[in-house]
């Protein structure tokens, strides 16, 4: 019963966070776009309405931890292990803006979409081709931009916390553009935002960003490689975040 009325509670807040943050967006996107590309400012305000959100949760315990990016405006393509929609919430905490490639049913909710869209996160229909090679462009676009792109190579959350195989998609791009990897371990999210449940659970969770990886000198030959890699690392790490945190398995 308490976890319910917390559940609530929480829900309430974070609507109200929402509602207010839709509004000032708009103001911010108004007055930046012009001179914003990338939409770097506006974006960086719906990630601080994440950071609120998980606030006023008195169930979740987010941190983050491990590299210091020296340079938030040089683009990497970003990669994280995928365990919960929580995910979202917590490397939102990270101290600088990337737009996220999100299937395309999250930015039909009101008011969330709109923050999405207002942002230049990215759009994806997995199962439609033409929708993903729309959504590869417009990850490079916003790479151009000098903003970081945040991919969740597993495409999916895995069903029993094992690690799923990666997708190849954000590989290529930072090959094909000399890009930098910048690989996340994501540990804590899977039981705080159950999939089905809109009841929170209590949880500490953190990701750590790892050292980046160059690509410079690499080419379309070597994608693959790089996959096995950076998966491998991201695993180890969230085992070892696991341990840390003291979650089992």
């Known amino acids: 019963m308490i976890q319910r009325i917390l559940s609530v509670w929480t829900w309430c807040l974070i609507a109200a966070i929402a509602l ?5 967006m708009g103001v911010v996107f108004a007055a930046t776009a012009w001179r914003d590309p990338g939409r770097y400012t506006v974006g960086r305000w719906f990630r601080r309405c994440a950071v609120a959100s998980v606030k006023v949760n008195p169930l979740w315990d987010f941190r983050t931890s491990g590299v210091v990016i020296p340079d ?9 292990n995928h365990e919960s929609f929580a995910d979202i919430f917590l490397i939102s905490h990270l101290p600088w803006e990337m737009k996220w490639l999100s299937k395309e049913a999250i930015f039909r909710i009101p008011v969330m979409g709109w923050m ?8 994806v229909r997995r199962t439609d081709r033409r929708s993903r090679a729309d959504a ?6 916003r790479l151009r ?3 970081t792109v945040m991919i969740l190579p597993e495409g999916t ?3 029993d916390g094992e690690l799923l195989p990666f997708h190849v998609g954000a590989f290529k791009i930072a090959v094909e553009m000399g890009l930098p990897i910048l690989p996340m371990a994501v540990a804590g999210t899977r039981n705080a935002m159950p999939k089905g449940s809109l009841l929170f659970n209590r949880s ?15 080419g379309p030959g070597d994608v693959q490689a790089l996959r096995d890699r950076v998966r491998d690392l991201i695993e180890e790490t969230r ?5 840390e945190i003291g979650i089992a398995g």
């Open 204 to 218: 500490r969770a953190e990701v750590r960003v790892l050292e980046p990886i160059e690509t410079a000198d690499l």
């Open 116 to 123: 999405m869209r207002m942002a230049g996160d990215i759009a």
């Open 145 to 147: 931009k000098n903003v």
């Open 72 to 80: 938030p405006r040089r683009p990497y393509v970003a990669v994280s």
């Open 136 to 141: 590869l462009e417009a990850c490079r676009d």
């Open 157 to 159: 959350r895995s069903p």
């Open 239 to 243: 085992d070892d975040l696991r341990r």
């Open 20 to 24: 207010v943050g839709v509004a000032w």
